[in-house]
Antibody, heavy 118, light 104 residues
């Protein structure tokens, strides 16, 4: 059974770059597509973007100019970078596996809280 | 972008049936997925492609989709069903706003 685990700093200052990694175990990352989704405290889910194992990406238009998702198939992990963060980027960040045919998210990490504060 | 509309909250008496709706323009022509998020936990896929359950999801949870409304039905509601529920359509990675289910 596939497992996903997010890792990265939990506290950032405004204008810094958020960097998170999702390590995938129990399945090869060289299939499916792999996503990042976030949830501000007390609010709903917001899709950030996804990357195919081939490296092609698709981003939420609202975040496209600040987001980069990359993948390392040799290390079986993928990463998120979000530039110029503000307090509005404070959220729990989840990584999730996305089915290539039906586009649902069928496996999720536990999530990691990232707080942006001066 | 395609918009999905969910009620903010739904209440159900223990043992009764709850219905959570997800509205969208001609949503009946799209495949809809549903997620359950219990407090403090990550979301879990409970219904995919309108009415299909992943392994381990009880038959009490079912889905339907027609016209402009998709519906998640929870029969014989239990305390453990108290959670937030989100819909998502197959050709958009965006989610509905979420519905908080309270079991009374």
């Amino acid at each position: 059974q596939v497992q996903l685990q997010e890792s990265g700093p939990g506290l950032l200052r405004p204008s810094e770059t958020l960097s998170l990694t999702c390590t995938v175990s129990g399945d090869s990352i060289s299939s499916y597509s792999w996503s990042w989704i976030r949830q501000p405290p007390g609010k709903g889910l917001e899709w950030i973007g996804y990357i195919y194992y081939s490296g092609s990406t698709n981003y939420n238009p609202a975040l496209r100019n600040r987001v980069t998702i990359s993948i390392d198939t040799t290390e079986n992990h993928y990463s998120l970078k979000l530039d110029s963060v503000t307090a509005a980027d404070t959220a729990v960040y989840y990584c999730a596996r996305r089915d290539n045919d039906e586009y649902f998210f069928d496996s999720w990490g536990r999530g990691t809280l990232v707080t942006v504060s001066s | 972008s395609y918009e999905l509309t969910q009620p903010l909250s739904v209440s159900v008496v223990l043992g009764q049936t709850a219905r959570i709706t997800c509205g969208g323009d001609n949503i009946g022509r799209k495949n809809v997925h549903w997620y359950q998020q219990r407090p403090g936990q990550a979301p879990v896929l409970v219904i995919f492609r309108d009415m299909n359950r992943p392994p381990g999801i009880p038959e009490r949870l079912s889905g339907s989709n027609s016209g402009n409304t998709a519906t998640l039905t929870i029969s014989r509601a239990q305390a453990g069903d108290e959670a937030d529920y989100y819909c998502q359509v197959w050709d958009s990675s965006a989610f509905g706003g979420g519905t908080k289910l309270t079991v009374l």
